[in-house]
């Protein structure tokens, strides 16, 4: 057989091991190959997760790895609320958008119309802006006195906010900054007269069947947020949970997994915004949409949001097409792997894409790649000219 037939032959059966690989599985098989991948990320005895992947509108993975608290031991339990940290994005701009809606604000009028006691610069950006965190404002994280130190009220936070120059000129460029979904916070209490937490139950918890969801959160039942510490036995630390009364629009919520689930199936389906706004809000604008990130992986839509706060990690990822929902909630600090990159990995496997599950593939991938170059080095052999002699 000639070396380029050999070539192609040995490349279709690379092509055919990758498609036989990602393959539609079972769901048993599938559900014990992502419970394997989690088993090996939280081990027994360590700060945990509560995954949750849904498939269809069907539950495929439900469950608990690890330790809500280290000492003593204690599980953590399925309905388990922690932080869901910056996922709390999506609810505010969903709360924002249904404003909209209703006509009780417009998302091109500025922030210091509704907002009277800001000046300069701030006062002048677009609700638009802060959604699309194309506002220029700094993050409040990033200011040079420690917020997490001081007794400061929600109140001091949006004067703060308020007082500090902008990075860049509103709309000019994209920097995910918590104080825009601050001052959307403070915003949705001014045009409502009513708590953000009221609203958050009145317009999402109850109407989408969040029933363990809460705000505020000052403390969780029985889990601890832990810090990994080296130096310390076991390796982590109980966090030490900051006086926030501020965490309000950019995070702060409690939630389960499955109550994230819920909203964001509610969400995705059209029971909280119309169709024009659900549009609006998953309009790619440099990968972030309004409160969501939105990418594509393999050409597949991803709609998605991380999460860290003081001692726990989040991802919410959804591939709406292909109606897959992961949802992952750890009281781990900066858990690594990252939340989103385990959760996007475990999308990819459910929505039977071509993800890097392990080795062999990678090895697959690597043969075809060293299989084209063979076959194009040798067909660019085969069209030189031969020497005919003088």
Same mark, same amino acid.
């Given at each position: @057989?000639r =070396? ?22 079972? *769901? ?10 989690l ?5 027994? *005895?360590?700060? *945990? ?16 790895? *690890? ?10 339990e ?22 909209a ?27 638009? +802006? ?12 990033? &200011?040079p006195?420690?917020i ?16 500090e120059? &902008? ?10 900054s ?6 959307l ?7 409502? /007269? ?7 139950? %009145?317009?999402? $918890?109850?109407?989408?069947g969040?029933?363990? +969801?809460? $705000? ?11 810090d ?11 966090? +030490? ?12 919520? %409690? ?7 819920? $909203? ?16 609006? @809000?998953?309009?790619?604008q ?12 393999? /050409? ?5 949001? =991380?999460?860290?706060?003081?001692? $726990?990690?989040? +991802? ?20 690594? =792997? ?10 990819? @496997?459910? %929505?039977?894409?071509p ?20 076959l ?8 030189? =000219?031969?020497a005919?002699?003088?």
């Amino acid at each position: @057989m000639r =070396p380029d037939r050999l070539l192609v032959v040995a490349l279709v059966a690379c092509l055919g091991g990758l498609a036989h690989r990602h393959a539609p599985r079972s *769901g048993t098989a599938l559900a014990d190959r992502i419970d394997a991948l989690l088993a090996g990320t939280f081990r027994p *005895g360590d700060p *945990g997760a509560v995954v949750l992947v849904r498939v269809r509108k069907t539950t495929l993975l439900h469950r608990a790895y *690890g330790l809500a608290r280290v000492s003593p031991a204690v599980p953590l339990e399925l309905d388990s609320p922690l932080r869901i940290a910056s996922i709390t994005k999506a609810f505010t701009a969903v709360l924002v958008l249904q404003l909209a809606d209703a006509g009780r604000l417009s998302l091109d009028a500025s922030v210091g119309h509704y907002l009277g006691e800001l000046s300069g610069p701030t006062a002048d950006i677009p609700l638009r +802006a802060l959604l699309q965190q194309r506002s220029g404002v700094r993050d409040f994280v990033e &200011l040079p006195e420690r917020i997490d130190d001081r007794d400061w009220s929600f109140d001091d936070l949006v004067a703060r906010i308020g007082r500090e120059p &902008l990075v860049f000129p509103p709309g000019t460029r994209w920097a995910y900054s918590n104080s825009n979904y601050v001052l959307l916070a403070a915003v949705i209490e001014r045009v409502t /007269g009513q708590s953000y937490g009221a609203e958050l139950a %009145a317009r999402i $918890f109850d109407p989408a069947g969040l029933t363990r +969801a809460r $705000f505020p959160a000052p403390g969780l039942d029985g889990v601890d947020g832990h810090d990994a510490d080296p130096a310390h036995e076991g390796g982590f630390v109980v966090a +030490a949970l900051p006086h926030a009364p501020y965490n309000r629009g950019d995070g702060g919520i %409690a939630a389960t997994a499955g109550d994230v689930a819920r $909203f964001a199936e509610a969400l995705l389906s059209g029971r909280l915004l119309s169709p024009a706004r659900l549009d609006e @809000m998953l309009r790619d604008q440099e990968r972030y949409g309004l409160g969501l990130f939105v990418d594509r992986l393999f /050409g597949h839509r991803v709609v998605h949001h =991380p999460g860290d706060w003081v001692g $726990f990690s989040s +991802a919410l990822v959804t591939l709406p097409d292909d109606d897959v929902t992961v949802v992952l909630l750890s009281n781990r600090f900066q858990l690594r =792997p990252r939340p989103e990159t385990l959760a996007l990995r475990i999308a990819g @496997m459910a %929505a039977s894409l071509p993800v890097l599950e392990d080795l062999d593939v990678l090895l697959l991938l690597v043969m075809l790649v060293a299989g084209i170059a063979l076959l194009l080095h040798h067909r660019r052999r085969g069209r030189r =000219p031969t020497a005919t002699g003088a």
